[in-house]
């Protein structure tokens, strides 16, 4: 059960993100500095679920609250008037802000989780936060991203 929830997480995982590699190509500025972050984000989403799978507690936690530091700060990095070049936000990140932090903002509820859950080594807990992690990655993507 354990391992077939973890793996359906990681497919669906990688099929979300699959291509988003090179997206960045010639980004400059703060498009560059956010989507390089997104791509960390990525990465530690990934070995969050690696992780998981071997009962780490220690790097759960390291990489929910890496991801949790960068819900916090995501919109700073959404300046008015940023959406230029290669950049694939949507106009509706600047037309609803609020709904955009509240995104964010649940985004990074589900990180907090991941780690609180992390410290009663909770696995079921934590997976359920970890999912919600990842839908909270594609719900902004399907409302603010191009
Ligand atoms: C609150 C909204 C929001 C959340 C939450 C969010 N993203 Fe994104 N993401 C965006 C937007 C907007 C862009 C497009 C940025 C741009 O091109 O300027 C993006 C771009 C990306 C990219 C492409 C970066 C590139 O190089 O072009 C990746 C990869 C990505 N996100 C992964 C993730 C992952 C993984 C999560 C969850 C752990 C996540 N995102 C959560 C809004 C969000």
């Known amino acids: 059960m354990k391992k077939k929830l973890i793996l359906s997480l990681v497919i ?7 291509g988003a590699s090179f997206a960045h190509k010639g980004a ?3 498009v560059k500095e956010r989507m390089d972050l997104f791509s960390k984000s990525e990465k ?9 799978k071997n009962s780490d ?11 949790a530091d960068w819900a916090e700060v995501m919109p ?3 300046p008015e008037g940023s959406n230029v070049g290669v950049s694939d ?3 509706k990140i600047w037309e609803d ?8 903002a649940e985004f990074q509820a589900a990180s907090i989780s ?3 859950a992390a410290k009663l080594s909770n696995i079921e807990a934590i997976m359920a936060a970890a999912s919600s992690v990842g839908k909270s990655c594609k719900s902004c993507h399907t409302k603010f991203k191009k």
């Open 76 to 78: 700073d990095y959404f």
């Open 57 to 67: 507690m220690e790097k759960i936690s390291i990489y929910g609250q890496s991801l």
């Open 114 to 116: 991941v780690v609180e």
């Open 12 to 18: 669906g995982i990688s099929i979300l993100y699959s």
């Open 97 to 104: 802000f609020d709904g955009f932090k509240q995104a964010a």
């Open 28 to 30: 400059t500025g703060i």
């Open 89 to 91: 936000a949507s106009d």
């Open 44 to 52: 530690d989403i990934k070995a969050l679920f690696a992780a998981i």
